[in-house]
């Protein structure tokens, strides 16, 4: 019913006496489930029945006390907000660019004038189509003059470009650390992978630490951040996707991401 589930074991365990019942699992991966939509209901009912499977069959693999997830849907769903993600890098002394969040025509005008090169993000990627043609939002270039009253209907995010050299590419699994240099020209390098150069790099051990208390203040086991690298070797942070894509990287580089994946998923515990 539900794509994109995984889990060490099959289980089968019957529903006790008005109780939930315990299964005997060590891990669940839990990585862009497909949840049903009923095309066959009128709209109403299609509706109804997805909020039953979500909240019922969701809420039951949600309330498993005992396996370690990869990641819990529900901890996944609450580090997925940037602004959140931008406080909380903050706080534990990342380097982050200046940002603003607004729906304010003024402000947005302000910080573009402020700080120059400012770029406009997405906080949140939606399916969207122009003329049946799929698009997608990039990281893109912003100046006062292109900031109209459309900016009045929902908030965006604004930030002050960072003077890069590289991006670096993070994926952490368990207490394991996987760091890829991505050489490019591009402002957003999702927009072309056949002009990245990839290189294995090191970080510090100060952001080794910070990136794993990072995961562990949203109670992840897995995720992957962006960060930008600039011309005096400092690291900016940009975002953590905690269900992002890292298996290009392994082909790239020969890096042992699905190793380390696999005894993550086989020990059912991490590692200090």
Known sequence: MIASTETTETITRPWGAGRLAPYPTTVRR???????TFPNLSDDDARFAAAQVRYGL??????????????????NAA????????????????????????????????FIAAHGQVIYKTLRWTPYERNGVPVTGWADPVTAAEIDDGVCV????????????????VLVVGREVFAVRIDSCLLD????????????????????KALLAYLDHFGLVSGSFDLALDQEGDY?????????????????????????????LTQGKTHD
């Open 189 to 208: 390098w999702r927009k072309d992978y056949s002009a990245l150069s990839y290189a294995v790099t090191d970080l510090p051990a100060r952001m080794n």
């Open 58 to 75: 969701g809420g039951t693999l949600y309330a498993l006390d005992g396996p370690l997830w990869v990641n819990h849907p529900l901890r």
């Open 30 to 36: 839990w990585r862009r489930p497909t949840w049903p």
């Open 236 to 264: 900016w942070w940009l975002e953590l996707n905690p269900n992002g894509q890292w298996g290009w990287l392994e082909g790239e580089t020969g890096l042992d991401m699905s190793a380390a994946f696999a005894d993550l």
């Open 79 to 110: 580090a997925d907000y940037k602004p959140a993600q931008l406080a909380v890098a903050q706080r534990l002394g990342l380097t982050v660019p200046p940002t603003l969040v607004t729906n304010d025509p003024s402000e947005a005008r302000e």
């Open 154 to 169: 929902t908030p965006h995010l604004f930030q002050a470009r960072v003077n890069k050299v590289a991006d670096v590419r």
